[in-house]
């Protein structure tokens, strides 16, 4: 149970500065992703907590205690590489237990705590094997289990879903979540996928360009994204310009909107709507639609992915992506109305 | 029931005859020039010479006369002495160098050139660079002599033409170092630092991450390195001719000195002196990697 925190934390690699100014703090057993498009300084956040990497500038803090000073091999953090860095030529259980032989625990206890965790990864029967003769699955859970077994204070991984397919993502996903619980292990992990940081984080720290752009829960940056590059990386469609006045109506080139209650005599000004593709309602008749928020449309392309259907429907000079489950296909060149709740309207103010 | 053979495609039949053709070369070279002259060789060790009017075959005396003679085994002890050393001093500086090498430094561009350049260089023109160097009257005992060392560049200890052989010594290493880098740094160009970065987090000092992590890994490129500049060591002539010290000789120095003698019958003594270090270099080479083999299938590589 560690608390981490970031102070003002800047690195340079020559002429390059990867981070910029970062300030984070990290509850103790807190899951925290850190999010960002390949490039932005995340992994390098990563491997300044770890020691690997010494920041420019700045402190990075272990329950208020300064880690500058302590090398990798004492801070007792634990990660786990994105392509697991398994050691090729240790069986399975060599590999696991090296962290616990390096640091001269005695032979029983090895043997103790060995057993247990590899019951806990559910590796036993693999035991034997070298990392070659393994799945992708399979390794990172010796990866995992060989940072575990060490009791790190911190645990880090570096895109631990990106390597494996669908379904084992979800294994993996709900595997890594229960065990993080368990143990309440302040836990941080990088990737460039917004579903894995929503899938698997308490709170995400979007990291753009060296900058910390939006540190929250899941929820709140997915549906109030302070920024609309946040909202654009967090998979939003359906961003369009719109003059707010005084009582809390949007007026957009192919509507007026009502908004929610909030956002009622806060003055007029020029803000984006971001308007959720799957919190819109797809109509075909306009006497089922409410009276407010509803404007028509015709559907102008389909895109059909099994569980969900995307519509694309052209509503005077914009087009408004639909995201619907697949109970119905609605064919294209269709009339249709839609409808929007006040109150899951997002509203982004200009960038002054 | 047999499975009927499907008969063999025509585009098939052309892949076979261009890989025998691609083999046919490395192929011939290996049995005719190679093995012809070894089985030469052999036969010439046991006696059989009748283009010299010698044909005792099979007759063991020159191998009797040789093995059973107290300076051939000093020779050999010498051949071995220096062959070991050479290698195990270029194994360390140039894994040290590797190591180093793939970590960044400033410069490091520039270095990466420089220390490939006497790998470029004969071993000739390095005899020549030990001699003008180390040798008595050379660069190191005249600066020494002029820093107020020693009185007279005469009083340089003596580095070459000794039996220690630290001239011999200094050019196969200042040759070997450079190639036993090349090997090794392409290897840990391979493995990648995440193991060692790995091994750190989980808490495993230097030496730890060293001996557990990074050398097994770079064993192969160790093992094969090592090999090739064993073998040119213990076969290697001028070094220890020129800057050898004196009698008793290396056994290449040996059977050069039999092979040059206005006795030509003495060649077959020649032989079986080469015949002799041929044994003893597969001898130990055969060992080395026999030993190495059982590492790998110890730790489960196949």
Avoid at chain 1, 182 to 200: C, K, N, P, S
Avoid at chain 1, 334 to 351: C, M
Avoid at chain 2, 20 to 41: D, K, R
Avoid at chain 2, 137 to 147: I, N, Y
Wanted: aromatic residues 10%; contains cysteine; hydrophobic residues 45%.
């Amino acid at each position: 149970m560690t608390k981490v925190q970031l102070k003002g934390v800047r690195k340079d690699f020559g002429a390059f500065t990867a981070i910029e100014n970062i300030d984070l703090e990290i509850a103790s057993g807190e899951l925290v992703a850190l999010l960002g498009p390949s490039g932005c300084g995340k992994t390098t956040t990563l491997r300044m907590i770890s020691g690997l990497e010494v920041p420019s500038f700045g402190s990075i803090l272990f329950d208020d205690k300064d880690v500058s000073e302590v090398p990798v091999q004492d801070r007792n953090v634990g990660m786990v590489f994105q392509r697991y860095a398994l050691f090729p030529h240790m069986s399975v259980e060599k590999n696991v237990a090296f962290g616990l032989k390096v640091r001269g625990t005695p032979r029983p206890e090895i043997e103790e705590r060995l057993q247990e965790i590899l019951d806990v990864v559910q590796l036993n029967e693999f035991r034997h094997r070298f990392p070659a003769q393994l799945s992708g699955g399979q390794m990172q859970r010796v990866a995992i289990a060989r940072t575990l077994i060490t009791k790190p204070s911190v645990l880090m991984m570096d895109e631990p879903l990106a390597n494996l397919d669908t379904k084992l993502r979800g294994e993996m996903r709900r595997f890594i979540r229960a065990l993080q619980k368990r143990l309440g292990i302040t836990t941080i992990f990088v990737t460039h996928d917004q579903v894995e940081a929503m899938e698997l984080a308490d709170r995400v720290a979007v990291i753009f360009e060296g900058h910390l752009a939006q540190y929250d829960a899941p929820d709140a940056l997915y549906q109030r994204p302070n920024s609309i590059k946040i909202a654009d990386f967090m998979g939003a469609t359906n961003i369009f310009n719109a003059k707010v006045d005084a009582s809390g109506q949007a007026q957009t080139s192919f509507t007026t909107l009502k908004l929610g209650p909030d956002e009622i005599g806060q003055g007029s000004r020029n803000a984006s709507v971001i308007l959720r593709s799957e919190v819109i309602d797809l109509l075909l008749t306009a006497e089922e639609a409410p009276a407010d928020n509803t404007f028509a449309g015709v559907v102008t392309a389909r895109e059909f992915f099994g569980a969900t259907v995307n519509y694309s429907v052209t509503c005077g000079e914009e087009k408004i992506i639909v995201t619907e489950q697949s109970r119905r296909l609605v064919e294209i060149g269709q009339q249709v109305w839609l409808n929007i709740q006040p109150d899951r309207i997002w509203l982004i103010p200009e960038a002054a | 029931m047999k499975n009927p053979k499907p008969p063999e495609l025509a585009r098939h039949r052309r892949e076979r005859l261009w890989m025998m053709l691609q083999l046919l070369p490395v192929f011939s070279v290996l049995t005719i020039l190679f093995g012809g002259a070894l089985v030469l060789a052999v036969l010439q060790s046991l006696g059989f010479a009748p283009w010299f009017g010698v044909n005792t075959f099979p007759d063991f005396s020159y191998f009797g006369a040789l093995w059973g003679s107290y300076s051939f085994w000093q020779s050999l002890a010498l051949t071995l002495y220096y062959a070991l050393m050479a290698t195990f001093i270029s194994l360390v500086m140039g894994v040290l160098l590797a190591l180093a090498m793939v970590r960044m430094f400033p410069g490091k561009s520039l270095y990466k050139y420089l220390y490939k350049l006497p790998l470029m260089i004969p071993y000739t023109v390095g005899i020549a660079l030990a001699v003008i160097m180390l040798g008595n009257g050379g660069m190191l005992s005249r600066l020494a002599a002029f820093a107020g060392l020693i009185s007279d560049p005469s009083e340089f200890p003596q580095i070459l033409k000794t039996h220690y052989g630290w001239g011999i010594i200094a050019v196969y290493v200042w040759k070997q170092a450079p190639f036993v880098t090349l090997t090794i740094y392409a290897v840990l160009l391979g493995v990648g630092r995440e193991t060692e970065e790995a091994a750190t987090i989980l808490g495993a000092s230097r030496w730890q991450t060293f001996f557990q992590v990074t050398l097994p890994q770079i064993l192969p490129g160790i093992v094969s390195s090592t090999l090739i500049i064993f073998a040119f060591n213990i076969g290697a002539f001028e070094a220890p001719f020129i800057l050898g010290g004196g009698y008793p000789d290396t056994l290449p120095v040996v059977a050069w000195r039999y092979f040059n003698d206005a006795d030509y019958t003495l060649q077959l003594q020649g032989m079986a002196t080469v015949v002799s270090i041929a044994l003893i270099a597969s001898g130990i080479l055969f060992t080395y990697l026999a030993l190495y083999r059982r590492y790998e299938r110890r730790i489960g590589r196949n």
